[in-house]
Nanobody, 120 residues
Framework: QVQLVESGGGLVLPGGSLRLSCAAS????????MAWYRQAPGHQRDLVAD???????TYADSVKGRFTISRDNANNTVYLQMSSLKPEDTAVYYC??????????????WGQGTQVTVSS
């Protein structure tokens, strides 16, 4: 079974930058769309950005021009480069991926989440 493992969260000052990473591991799988979501306390989980297998990208309006999603297909990894961070970006960030596994069909997988806190 595929696992997604995130890293790179932490505490950062307003205006600062962070890069999140999410690596998929397992055997005999193909990754289609990869995405980052976030969930702040008391709020629903919202899409931040996604990237297709052809590297088409979409972004939430709130992060356009500040965040960049990218992927390394050779290493089954997706990144989220976050710049000009604001306190309202504080949330738990989750990686997600739509994956086809040999003999199992297509499923959506989620990482465990990584905390990003933007505060002075």
């Amino acid at each position: 079974q595929v696992q997604l493992v995130e890293s790179g969260g932490g505490l950062v000052l307003p205006g600062g930058s962070l890069r999140l990473s999410c690596a998929a591991s397992g055997s005999s799988f193909v990754i289609y769309t990869m995405a980052w979501y976030r969930q702040a306390p008391g709020h629903q989980r919202d899409l931040v950005a996604d990237i297709s297998g052809y590297e088409y990208t979409t972004y939430a309006d709130s992060v356009k021009g500040r965040f960049t999603i990218s992927r390394d297909n050779a290493n089954n990894t997706v990144y989220l480069q976050m710049s000009s961070l604001k306190p309202e970006d504080t949330a738990v960030y989750y990686c997600a991926a739509r994956i086809r596994e040999l003999g199992r069909g297509i499923s959506d997988y989620w990482g465990q989440g990584t905390q990003v806190t933007v505060s002075s």
